[in-house]
């Protein structure tokens, strides 16, 4: 084997993604990526890059920066250990999954996982068990959707809003109810704006 190739076999890529995180804290990710690198280091592997999509989801199709980047090493063959948290982390979407067994297959590169251990895609059962994953992971998505999509629906002909986090200001807890005192500073803040104020001299009096 030559040094190049030992080298690529020893190097790894972690790849680490959360669909939701409003507070923009990592939290998620950096768990997940604690558990990686317990693994690389388990196994002797160099760790060449951390690959991190948060807040971003894998089911929407939505463009993913860091997964991106991961392909464009997988083609550059720079790494030959793809390390994740769990198979639904690179991706839940079946035509996705497709295209990356064929990349991971091509450039001979392994998978390991801390919740479900490796793939072997070099073989039939390898790319069975990661298509099954993959399929359980869609099916999830699709599910949750329906039920948040029917959850809305349902507050919607109960005239409520939907979606929780801290109230509008303005208004109540019900996020229906107008809420006097705050009413009035938009209102004011609204007039001001209008005859042209800056916005920096608002919001120093809001601050006092």
């Not at 001001?192 to 601050?207: F, I």
Request: proline fraction near 3%.
């Amino acid at each position: 084997m030559s040094e190049a190739v030992k080298r690529q076999a020893m190097s790894a890529a972690i790849y680490c993604r959360i669909s939701r995180d409003p507070s923009g804290a990592e939290l998620g990710v950096r768990r997940q990526e604690q558990d990686c690198r317990a693994i690389a280091e388990r196994e002797g592997w160099n760790v060449i890059e951390i690959l991190v999509d948060d807040d971003r989801s894998a089911y929407s199709g939505k463009p993913r920066p860091a997964y991106q980047r991961l392909c464009e090493l997988l083609k550059e063959e720079a790494v030959g250990v793809l390390v994740a948290w769990h198979p639904d982390r690179l991706t839940r979407q079946p035509r996705e999954l497709e295209d990356l067994i064929d990349l991971l297959e091509s450039t001979n590169t392994k998978v390991r996982t801390v919740q479900t251990g490796e793939y072997d895609l070099g073989t039939p059962s390898g790319r069975m068990a990661a298509r099954i994953v993959g399929a359980v992971a869609r099916h999830e998505s699709e599910h949750k959707s329906a039920r948040l999509r029917r959850k809305h629906e349902e507050l919607a002909e109960q005239g409520r809003l939907s979606g929780g986090g801290t109230r509008p200001f303005g208004y109540d807890d019900d996020r229906l109810t107008v809420r006097t005192s705050e009413a009035k500073i938009i209102r004011d803040l609204t007039r001001r704006t209008l005859a042209g104020e800056s916005l920096r001299s608002m919001a120093a009096d809001l601050q006092t």
